[in-house]
């Protein structure tokens, strides 16, 4: 087993510990500001009915991205985590 699939597994067990599904759930990533990443992660969420709110940093050379949406199980929590790990270059926080 990857320490990423460690991790997901731990992730898994805290979040049926403390969280009753359907429940809202807020992501915050780091990425670099262009626009093949935005809307990489914008497609993620696609349709789901998410909240997408973002803000340069200071620079403007990366955003921070905050979004919220409404799961049914830890396990689609842990999938949106999966794919937005397939987008070079994010920072899940």
Known sequence: MSKLDD???KLKYSLEETTEFPSKYMYKFIIPNEDDKIKAIEDV????????ESKPSKTGKYLSLTILVNLKSADEVIEKYREVGKVEGVISL
């Open 7 to 9: 991790f997901y597994k």
């Open 45 to 52: 969420f696609d349709h789901s009915g998410a909240v997408i």
